[in-house]
């Protein structure tokens, strides 16, 4: 019996919400026996449980059931942390997505799975919430976008910054640099440059190692679980766990950690989040086939001339965060426009946004970054990564989502996959 509700609560949840929609509380009495008010918690999956899956058990609204890494010793730190040691554990996630009682999946793994695991979910009945970035290409994000789509599954990316928390060194939420973008007091176009001196660190320090000495595999992990679909190397500690970011097989250094947390929300408050640069220049050092390495500046132009800079060595110590012709914003919400903050007043606020992810899931309402507007901008990572390992400015064209007469681009965009992994 407790099966079957489990399984009326979730079904009523998935197919029969829309119909009470315009509730925010819903007594469980009004429901009837055995399923869920929207007041509840909803149960959730996370999987990987390195330092940052162990770090997202706590959210409000949602319980932890299942848990699984191809790390036995990440599993024990996990239900060490866990007060229910009733939490389910598992070292394959295709186990974990098949289970009844399981509404979300949380996806913390290296970003080589997250669209293969992401996919997986969707077409499995599950909403995501994922890390970023949302994929290692923009390939996966294009196949992820269809899988969710299809199956009717609501899609965070863990990346706040366009809708709370104060915005690095802006010193402000995003929300009035979107207010002041649409108050058109800047003019149009737009030239944002994302630097050290605009108070954006790009994590430099995530870089590989070349000549990788092999090790044996420590008993605990399942290396070639662990590998997946990424090309097989000999296993070396400084590959994995916390310094896999400097592998092209697995992210992209800091471009790849940082840049969706720095250029999602730009990519929102200049409106693009239907759209892609037509453009990507780079100037950097060669880059090693294997290893990331550091880069100097990454320049992404858009076909009404605005442009994202990431300014990776601080060259332009007077750069402005936002410049447009008829003035300039700087860290702290400075700008060259007088009395900035009264002639915002006159404006209206930005649209509101659902920002609340337990509230979607319950609701079926999308997602304010969503499976869309995140592959849109996790196409300005993975554009830059391209250019990058090819160390050339490349054109893109953002309605086929490829590049221009560039086959050597293109074969990035959708990275061969180790059998028997495909999305």
């Known amino acids: ?9 979730r079904s009523f949840i998935r197919n029969s919400l829309g119909a009470i929609a315009a509730f ?34 706590g959210y ?34 295709r186990e974990v997505i098949q289970l009844p009682e399981v509404d979300i999946v949380h996806i913390a793994t290296p970003p080589h799975w997250h669209g293969i695991i992401a996919a997986d979910a969707a077409r499995a009945g599950k909403d995501i919430w994922c890390e970023k970035p949302m994929t290692a290409t923009i390939g996966e994000g294009k196949r992820l976008v269809e899988a969710v789509q299809q199956h009717g599954r609501i899609f965070r990316l863990n990346t706040w910054f366009r809708f709370e928390d104060n915005f690095y060194g802006m010193g402000t939420t995003v929300k009035p640099i979107k207010k002041l973008v649409e108050s058109g007091l800047l003019g149009w176009p737009l ?25 044996p595999v420590p008993k605990e992990l399942d290396y070639d679980m662990w590998l997946g679909p990424a090309p097989y190397k000999p296993y070396s500690a400084h590959r994995v766990h916390q310094t896999f970011r400097g592998y092209w097989d697995y992210d992209g250094g800091g471009l790849g ?20 640069p037509v453009k990507v220049e780079v100037d950097a050092p060669q880059q090693h086939p294997d290893a990331v390495g550091t880069w100097r500046r990454i320049t992404y132009t858009y076909a009404d001339g605005c442009q994202i800079i990431l300014d990776g060595e601080g060259k332009d110590e007077k750069a402005a965060y936002i410049e447009g012709p008829n003035g300039k914003l700087y860290p702290g919400f400075k700008s060259t426009i007088p009395d900035l903050e009264r002639k915002l007043a006159s404006f209206p606020d930005p649209a509101p946004q659902q ?10 309402r999308k997602f304010a970054l969503n499976e869309e507007n995140g592959h849109r901008s996790a196409t300005l990572v993975n554009m830059g990564k391209v250019a990058l390992r090819l160390n050339r400015s490349l054109e893109f064209d953002p ?8 086959a050597g681009a293109n074969a990035l965009i959708y990275q061969p996959m180790r059998g028997p992994w495909t999305i």
């Open 1 to 9: 019996m407790a099966n079957q509700n489990s399984n009326s609560r």
């Open 24 to 57: 925010t509380i819903v007594p469980r009495h009004v429901l009837g026996r055995g399923y869920l008010a929207p007041s509840d918690q909803l149960t959730k999956a996370v999987i990987g449980t390195g330092n940052m899956g162990r770090g997202h058990f």
């Open 60 to 93: 409000a609204g949602t319980r932890v059931v299942a848990i699984c890494d191809v790390d036995r010793s990440h599993i024990q730190l996990a239900m060490d942390q866990l007060k229910d040691k009733s939490v389910k554990t598992f070292t394959d996630y």
């Open 191 to 215: 030239k944002v440059t994302i630097s050290k001196h605009t108070g954006f660190d790009w994590k430099f320090y995530w870089v590989g190692k070349t000549n990788l000495p092999e090790m």
């Open 257 to 276: 950690d940082m840049g969706q947390h720095y250029i999602d929300p730009v990519q929102y408050f200049l409106g693009k989040d239907n759209t892609s």
């Open 355 to 364: 920002t609340d992810f337990a509230e979607a899931v319950r609701l079926r």
């Open 399 to 406: 309605v086929k989502q490829e590049f221009i007469n560039d």
